[in-house]
């Protein structure tokens, strides 16, 4: 079955009513591979989400930035408030597949998914986005970092659907990027990824540093976050952070690259990141 | 499940299965074999085809999500007397052909390209390519062919 909805209470009541087996697909960039290929069942119920037009797009408010869930990675990299305000997910929504792939899947898509290579898993744990989760019985929020609970797990109940992603307006003084680390430049899923963001006001007042693909879930690292602050970026600042987040990271051996590999580059990218921050900032 | 939906400016309606994607219904369906299956994941390109102007891999999108919307396959870039489009003769001209089987993905994709901005640059052509996989060429006859296509339609 194939259910078509264009209203938020009508993709909940259809949930509702078909019961737990049903899969909402949004793009289906990754719901009909995993129906192709057998990981998710091709006999349960499709509730098909993507024509929700109050699902998507992206606002401005006094104090933080929504986005849609059904916005899609091409709207994210040509979105000009994104660009002014969170450029590391315009950075990052870029770096999905191809132009096919950005034009179809969605970022609510590429968060529920939840691969540990979701490359907006990154951005969205860095800003301390809030994940706006809307049922029959009401809504809830939750921070991105007690969203993401593991492989492919997620906060996301049955019956549940993510409405919107709400990023609080970065501080002034604010310098963000996201970078990726593929075996080429372009469709390719992270190696490791990192969102990174500094503060700088004079010196670093505060720092924000998120992985992907180096653990089950988009993870921080706090440590190496405070060790930052309150210095220049100068480079030792930086091989110290380097240091303390290739020991917080516990990558796997996959078929795009040994754990000790992509431990390796875990430093590189804190690196690469503080020092384009400095040269512009510091 | 009922579908309607427009192929190449004429409407369609026909039943399909709730797992059926958009190249299974132009291709099985329709008989329209311009589009190519590559991969069949999303990788390749070579079944681009052209949803309300925008590329997307046929191969992996449900064809009941283009209920209502106009989809463009390679069989319609030609005019009606079979003439070539600017762009499908600069490919000819440039020999950016050689097995041919990414051509008909390349062309849609590159089609998009040029109706949505008519002269973009030589980084914003890889960009716009990224996603179409070509074994033969190397990809400079392609490119020549676009600015060839860019430099036709600007004459
Ligand atoms: C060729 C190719 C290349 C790719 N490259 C990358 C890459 O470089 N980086 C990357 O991160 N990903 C990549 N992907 C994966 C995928 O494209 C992205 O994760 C995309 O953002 C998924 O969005 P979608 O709308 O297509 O999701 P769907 O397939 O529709 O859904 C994915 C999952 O999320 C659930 N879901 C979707 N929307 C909602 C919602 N609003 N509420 C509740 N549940 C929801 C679905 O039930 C499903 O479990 C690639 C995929 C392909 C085919």
Known sequence: MFRAVTTVDAALRALDELGPGAQVIAGGTDVMIQRMTGSLSKSEPLVHIGRISEMRGVSLGSESITIGALSTHRDIRTDPILAAHLPSFVQASSTVGGWQTQEVGTIGGNVCNASPAADLGAPLLMAQATLVLVSSGGERRLQAADFFLGRRQTALEFGELLTAIEVPIPAPGSWETYIKIGRRSAMEVAIVGLAARFVVDGAVSAARLAFCSVAPRPMRVPDAEVSLVGTMLEDEAIAAAGRLCASAVSPIDDQRATASYRTSVVPRLVRQAAEACRSELV | ?155
């Open chain 2, 1 to 155: 499940m009922q579908l309607e939906f427009t192929l190449n400016g004429m409407v369609r309606r026909l039943d399909v299965e709730p797992d059926e994607t958009l190249l299974d219904v132009v291709r099985e369906r329709l008989g329209l074999t311009g589009t190519k299956e590559g991969c069949d994941e999303g990788e390749c390109g070579a079944c681009t085809v052209l949803i309300d102007d925008r590329p997307v891999d046929s191969c992996i999108y449900p064809a009941l999500a283009v209920e209502g919307l106009a989809v463009r396959t390679v069989e319609a870039l030609s005019a009606p007397d079979g003439a070539l489009s600017h762009l499908q003769r600069a490919f000819v001209d440039r020999a950016a052909v050689q097995c041919g089987f990414c051509t008909p993905g390349l062309l849609m994709t590159l089609t998009a390209l040029l109706e949505s901005n008519q002269n973009p640059s030589s980084s914003e052509v890889d960009d716009a390519i990224a996603g179409n996989i070509c074994r033969c060429t190397g990809y400079s006859a392609i490119r020549e062919a676009v600015r060839r296509a860019v430099e036709e339609v600007s004459a």
